[in-house]
């Protein structure tokens, strides 16, 4: 963003919309579909790795139960983004500044903080799945499974992002550019999971469709109880059935958080504002806003989604992973299986067996791997189904498994296409929101040097993801523990929009007012709530509570304290009804 949008465009937009309005509502959503651009880029970066593992591991674990999960997060998103937009849109101040007079600069510093640490954590997830879809389903011949192979992968996605982010800071021509880019690689993204659905509909009658749709009913038992294809198997397992059940209902709660996760995250709520605001666009464009979030943000992750869902849990939902329980095929000899597969399966044992046996026989027993092999083969079968079942498979696998069903050209190219537009995409973004937050934080305008320094330390970061993770299986699940981090941040954003949608200080005459603003309150409130229960369920579930609470406790500790200090002072910080 490196000049200001000149007033005559700006000027002929808003007659555009003035017009439209008075011609009817055909009229006006034309207007609004030529006129929008910031919903896509929020397209862009939520159809990311994490919804694609969102969508895969909510398809395993829960099969068609929780297809309501992902559309219901992205409706609180989208009413959240929609207040940030009317905020935005009403006043001139930038929100940052905005926030650090009016609310709290605690909530203002710990959104930009917070923004900031998301796009360093996501980008290596990003990295990983997009060098994986490269390695395993586009271009295995060209790229490899080496570590050359994995150097070019980077390097690829590196160059093409670095590419598209220099347009956007060159200018009018080039923001617009880059939407035109974004939303071709949205748009690639859709079509390219809708077709893999579609072709599966056409190829077999396995589809069925009347528990898709109502897997769209929400069903919130999911949160303390496996799908019920699991109770067979379960209830076969005997005393160790528990054991099992906590394992499954926990990953998806998982799995869960990170579906609501990375609807809406963070960092998307920093980037809206600002792009709107690189628009030029003011208070006559708050509806365009919010026909632009509904269609270009909405609609595709909807779509894309619950495609990827529904293919996930055709193929994967309670059934072993092939070869890890010795089958044999048509031929009548064994399935080999995937290399990365079985060593999930045996940590999956070994976790059962360690869960077990006292401490010195499960140390003694790790010394001697065929004994420990031999134990692994004597837990009973359902044990070992189980297991089979809750190993983590990737996009690599799913794009395998479809291949009877869709052939080799969807389900490889196809499929990896929208794998690696959906990597691609949330990079591009992800440099973009830092380099905002970046400038932000220094009080520099968003242009230049430090604007594309900003951008490119999520690229830096990311770059190591594959690197660190390299060996690691199922790169998808990568996505799993950064999007419970970026829960953890979420409500930050959400409470200090909350807060400055009722600040008449900040809105003035714009404030909404009467039954607008119950409604307002109502559905921000739930959005909220729901967000701090996410944050909440993350750190308990996360792996390090003591230190998660802790953080959480000093953090809203402080920000009371200040907001009473300014409040003593006589400081501007009182959120006015």
Not at 117 to 146: H, I, K
Not at 192 to 204: A, E, R
Not at 496 to 523: C, E, H, Y
């Amino acid at each position: 963003m490196t000049e200001e949008p000149s007033n005559s465009r700006i000027e002929q937009d808003r007659q555009l919309i003035l017009d439209a309005k008075r011609r009817g509502t055909g009229a006006k959503i034309a207007a609004y579909t030529k006129l929008s651009g910031p919903g896509w880029l929020q397209s862009a970066i939520t159809l990311g790795g994490g919804s694609l593992a969102g969508g895969l591991y909510l398809g395993i674990l829960s099969g068609y139960h929780l297809m309501w999960l992902q559309p219901l997060a992205m409706i609180m998103g989208v009413i959240m983004l929609s207040a940030i937009g009317y905020v935005a849109l009403s006043t001139k101040e930038r929100p940052f500044a905005s926030i650090n007079t009016h609310i709290s600069p605690v909530l203002g510093w710990g959104w930009a903080i917070a923004t900031l640490m998301a796009n360093l954590v996501w980008c290596m997830p990003q990295y990983a799945l997009g060098t994986a879809a490269l390695q395993q389903n586009l271009a295995p011949e060209f790229f490899g499974e080496g570590q050359n192979g994995l150097i070019a992968a980077v390097a690829v996605l590196f160059v093409i992002s670095a590419i598209v982010i220099w347009f956007y800071d060159s200018g009018g021509w080039g923001i617009k550019l880059f939407e035109a880019i974004l939303k071709i690689l949205v748009g690639i993204v859709v079509l390219c999971f809708f077709g893999v659905v579609l072709k599966m509909s056409i190829s077999t009658n396995d589809l069925d469709w009347g528990k898709i749709l109502a897997g769209f009913i929400p069903n919130l038992s999911l949160f303390a109880n496996p799908s019920p294809e699991f109770a067979d198997v379960l209830a076969q397992a005997g005393r160790f059935g528990d054991y099992w059940k906590n394992m499954i209902v926990g990953n998806q709660q998982k799995v869960m958080i990170t579906a609501a996760a990375t609807a809406v995250g963070i960092n998307m709520t920093f980037l809206l504002p600002y792009s709107m605001r690189a628009k030029g666009w003011d208070r006559d464009f708050r509806g365009l806003a919010t026909f632009d979030l509904s269609t270009g943000l909405f609609i595709p992750f909807v779509l894309a989604t619950s495609c990827v869902v529904i293919a996930a849990a055709s193929q994967f939902h309670a059934r072993p992973a092939a070869g890890l329980l010795g089958e044999k095929d048509a031929a009548g000899q064994v399935v080999q299986a995937d290399p990365g597969l079985l060593g999930q399966y045996k940590k999956i044992l070994d976790d059962r067996l360690k869960a077990e046996l006292p401490a010195e026989q499960w140390t003694e027993l790790q010394k001697d791997p065929s004994a420990l092999e031999q134990k692994r083969a004597e837990l009973p079968l359902p044990e070992r189904t189980l297991a089979a079942m809750l190993v983590n498979r990737d996009a690599f696998q799913l794009a395998a498994a479809l291949k009877p069903l869709a052939g080799e050209t969807v389900s490889q190219l196809v499929f990896g296409l929208g794998v690696v537009s959906m990597a691609i995409s949330t990079i591009i973004i992800l440099m973009l929101i830092n380099g905002f937050v970046f400038c932000e934080m220094l009080g520099l305008e968003p242009r230049g040097l430090y604007h594309r320094i900003g951008c490119f330390m999520p690229a830096i970061t990311g770059i190591a993801g594959p690197f660190v993770w390299g060996d690691s299986n199922a790169k998808a699940w990568l996505a799993v523990p950064t999007s419970m981090f970026g829960m953890v941040l979420l409500p930050i954003a959400y409470a200090t929009f909350f807060f400055m949608m009722n600040s008449s200080k900040i809105l003035g005459n714009q404030l909404p007012r009467g039954g607008k603003r119950v409604a307002w309150n109502l559905a921000m409130g739930i959005s909220t709530l729901c967000a701090g229960f996410g944050c909440i369920w993350s750190i308990k579930t996360g792996g390090h509570a003591t230190f998660g609470f802790t953080a959480l406790g000093l953090f809203v500790g402080l920000a009371i304290i200040v907001h009473f200090m300014r409040m003593a002072r006589g400081g501007s910080s009182k959120t006015e009804a």
